[in-house]
């Protein structure tokens, strides 16, 4: 069975400061993660996500993450925090790519301080 | 082109009652699914169909929800009788493999049970 750990139901940043969200997952197969942003009221958007191309995934909006085997986790973080970033952000993994359904996290609530 | 469509956005319940929830997912998109987003928890799948036929129920609670897929286009949810953990957001997604099977999710039914 697979799982996903998000360390930090809330973390709080100012703006311009780094942002640091961390995930950590368990799979009993390589896997496929994934992080994604939802805005209140809406959807899930995806930010990026690691098919074991690359160790270090760039997505949208400035975000990277990176796929640490050795510590079962795939941080996501952002060089410098912006207002428009304050969002829920979830973790989630898949075994086949996402062509399965998704295990997420219990998401992480991002709030930007001014 | 145009994204998941979601119907209704807000429902409110007397426990008990019945409830169905519409989801029209992007065109040509063959895989479909529903999540349950309990408030402060990560989207639960709950069903995933490939065209009209089910891939994945095995979180679906079976004694009271049911969902369908016709024609393989698109899907409703119904919730038969409501119990009031039944409150959630819930998430329909669609994918394709023409876009490396990522999930692109519709804004959500926030569902209310009293």
């Known amino acids: 069975a697979q799982s996903v750990t998000q360390l930090g139901s809330h973390v709080s940043v100012s703006e311009g400061a780094l942002v640091l969200l961390r995930c950590n997952y368990s799979?009993?197969?390589?896997?496929?993660l994934f992080w994604y942003v939802q805005y209140p009221n809406q959807g899930l958007q995806l930010l990026l996500k690691y098919t074991s191309a690359a160790t270090l995934v760039k997505g949208i909006n400035g975000f990277e993450a990176e796929f640490k085997k050795s510590e079962t986790s795939f941080h996501l973080t952002k060089p410098s925090a912006h207002m428009s970033d304050a969002a829920e952000y979830f973790c989630a993994v898949s075994e086949r790519g996402g062509a399965d359904g998704l295990t997420f996290g219990k998401g992480t609530h991002l709030i930007i301080q001014p | 082109e145009a994204g998941v469509a979601q119907s209704p956005r807000y429902k409110i319940i007397e426990k008990r009652q019945s409830v169905a929830f519409w989801c029209n997912p992007i065109s040509g998109h063959a895989t479909l699914y529903w999540y349950q987003q309990i408030l402060g928890q990560g989207p639960k799948l709950l069903i995933q169909?490939?065209?009209?036929?089910?891939?994945?129920d095995s979180q679906l609670p079976k004694d009271r929800f049911s969902a369908e897929r016709l024609k393989g286009v698109d899907s409703t949810l119904k919730i038969q009788p409501a119990k009031l953990e039944d409150s959630a957001v819930y998430l329909c997604?669609?994918?394709?493999?023409?876009?490396?099977?990522?999930?692109?999710f519709g804004p959500g039914t926030r569902l209310t049970v009293l």
């Open positions: 997604a669609s994918s394709s493999v023409r876009f490396a099977n990522e999930q692109f």
């Open positions: 799979s009993s197969v390589p896997p496929y």
């Open positions: 169909f490939q065209n009209n036929g089910v891939v994945d």
